[in-house]
């Protein structure tokens, strides 16, 4: 570009110093407005979900869990990676049943040295039948939530269950007094909260929960809070990887179209040509800037005392002088 | 010099003239804007802009720096009482909201900043550098975000921990971390990414300030 066009009126624009006096006052307005906020309407805080509580509002959800842990059919058994762990059967049901022998009844004791000297087929056989059982007691359902036995349906079940009906009550027992969760948390010191969270999740009452306030997936889940508006509305790109394009629901795929959207944002808009033009083409950037810069006489918008000024004074004394 | 050099040569720091500031813009915004040009902050604010950049719009990333510095005090207070605190007192509700309102006005004017950057255009050059660096920040942040959700300690850290645990953390590399584990998650909430973020955001800031705003479209 030479000199004469830079100098000409239509690339000209003026200088002025930043109104940093914007910044204190937008600052105690920010400040005044996040300590309101924060003391009137709060933020989303719901109580911890407890084994004992999850055990006293659904006990027969309990109990069908129990007979799937042993017959291999709960959450638990998946990819210990995702939400399982290496043997169910013997971490959620066997160990903690061992662990209070104690104190526990005649009959409770009988019925885990029965099961503990079955072979494995009989057990799981046993468990299978228990499992078959109980969800015979509840209409299959077409809803998303997970039906949930009721407990005096259980109570009248009869058949070649072994000795795990027992198990699975003294479980609820002692998941009902609190014991379980204490167990849980002594044993795993360095993250007192994996086998309680395990143990919820193998049970239908914290996934209905999740459905009932419009977590999950298929309910845009991801950018919601439960029942407090607004959320986390900003994580709306990775949702829609999530929830509408193919496999956004599985690790590799959300991560593919998010490097994709990534790739896109950092990389492909700002520096191919066409479509880094964009902005320019819309036209939108006249909204933005306080004068249009292509208009602007720099007299107007200058200050006194900024060099540009000075400057510009020099140049009309040298012209008046000559 | 053209119009354009003379520009470029103002973003060295400008001395702060109060005498003259407070007969151009009168005494309450000469004093309101005499911290920008303090020791610490000179070379940060001291100086000049374009005549086009006197909107609002040109406060966003201002405005996402302000919420990011009452997201790291509000933070620190959290951290040092802990979580019975945060989640069973009123003061600690109290703070706790307000970590929780910061992060809202952090991501609103970050969004409305982008926009802002991308309708006017201000990536293209030599800023892409910075671009990238402001976009890798908006990318930690909502990881810092998915952290902080776990790091809550109520019934929603436990549901996102069991579920981000099957879809993320199950992959491998990313299964180091174990979601519902909360020493793990606490320090990558309040260590790791933050300290990230704030090196990014500090490189961020001086870059606008080396490089200028973005001459217009
Ligand atoms: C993470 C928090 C961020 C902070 C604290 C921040 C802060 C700032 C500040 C203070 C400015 C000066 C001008 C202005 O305020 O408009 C700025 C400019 C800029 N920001 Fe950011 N920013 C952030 C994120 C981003 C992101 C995500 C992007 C990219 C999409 C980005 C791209 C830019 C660019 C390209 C400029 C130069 C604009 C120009 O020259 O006109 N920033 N940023």
């Known amino acids: 570009m030479s000199k004469i066009k830079d100098k000409s009126e239509s690339t000209k624009f003026s200088i002025v110093r930043h109104g940093f006096w914007k910044y204190p006052i937008l600052m105690i307005v920010l400040l005044i407005t996040v300590i309101v906020m924060g003391i009137w309407v709060g933020s989303p805080n719901w109580p911890r979900a407890t084994i004992k509580n999850s055990a006293q509002m659904e006990p027969g959800g309990t109990i069908w869990a129990v007979s799937q842990e042993l017959d291999g059919a709960s959450v638990s058994y998946t990819d210990p990676y995702a939400y399982g762990m290496k043997n169910p059967a013997q971490r959620l049901v066997i160990g903690p049943l061992e662990s209070a022998k104690w104190f526990l009844s005649q009959k409770q004791r009988q019925a885990l040295s029965t099961y503990i000297n079955a072979p494995m087929t009989k057990r799981i056989e046993w468990a299978k039948n228990y499992d078959k059982a109980i969800q015979k007691t509840f209409p299959v359902s077409k809803s998303d939530y997970t039906p949930v036995p009721k407990m005096s349906n259980i109570s009248m079940l009869r058949g070649n269950f072994g000795p795990v009906p027992v198990i699975a009550d003294t479980i609820l027992k002692l998941a009902q007094n609190g014991y379980l969760e204490t167990y849980f948390q002594g044993i795993s010191p360095g993250n007192t909260f994996e086998y309680t969270n395990i143990w919820l999740y193998d049970r239908p009452y914290m996934l209905n929960t999740a459905i009932r306030n419009g977590l999950t997936d298929d309910q845009w889940g991801m950018i919601k809070e439960r029942g407090f508006a607004p959320g986390p509305w900003y994580l709306i790109i990775p949702a829609v990887a999530h929830v509408l394009l193919p496999a956004g629901s599985t690790g590799p795929g959300f991560i593919f179209w998010n490097s994709l959207f990534a790739i896109f944002a950092l990389v492909l808009f700002p520096l191919i040509p066409g479509l880094r033009n964009i902005p320019k083409y819309i036209g939108l950037y006249k909204l933005i800037y306080a004068v249009d810069p292509k208009k602007s006489k720099r007299s107007e918008f200058s200050m006194k005392g900024d060099h540009y000024d000075d400057n510009i004074r020099k140049e009309h004394k040298k012209k008046k002088n000559l | ?217």
Not at chain 2, 50 to 77: K, R
Not at chain 2, 122 to 151: D, H, K
């Open chain 2, 1 to 217: 010099m053209t119009d354009q050099d003379d520009y470029f040569a103002h973003h060295k720091g400008e001395p702060f003239r109060f005498k003259e500031r407070k007969k151009e813009v009168g005494w309450l915004k000469a004093a309101l804007e005499s911290f920008a040009y303090l020791p610490p902050f000179n070379r940060m604010f001291g100086k000049v802009e374009p005549s086009y950049a006197e909107s609002y719009w040109y406060c966003l990333g201002g405005l996402t720096f302000l919420s990011f510095l009452f997201l790291v005090i509000t933070g620190i207070i959290l951290t040092l009482f802990g979580p019975p605190w945060w989640l069973h007192t009123p003061t600690g509700v109290a703070v706790k909201s307000m970590h929780y309102w910061s992060a809202q006005a952090f991501f609103f004017f970050l969004f409305i900043h982008v926009v802002r950057v991308w309708l006017t255009g201000a990536y293209r050059g030599e800023r892409w550098v910075n671009y990238a660096i402001g976009l890798t920040s908006l990318f930690l942040a909502l990881g810092e975000n998915l952290f902080g959700v776990l790091a809550r300690g109520d019934w929603e850290s436990q549901f996102v921990a069991m579920h981000s645990n099957y879809m993320l953390f199950g992959l491998p590399l990313l299964r180091l971390i174990t979601p519902s584990n909360f020493t793990q998650v606490i320090l990558i909430h309040v260590a790791f990414i933050p300290f990230t973020l704030l090196v990014l955001i500090g490189v961020h800031v001086t870059l606008v300030k080396l490089q200028g705003i973005a001459r217009p479209l």
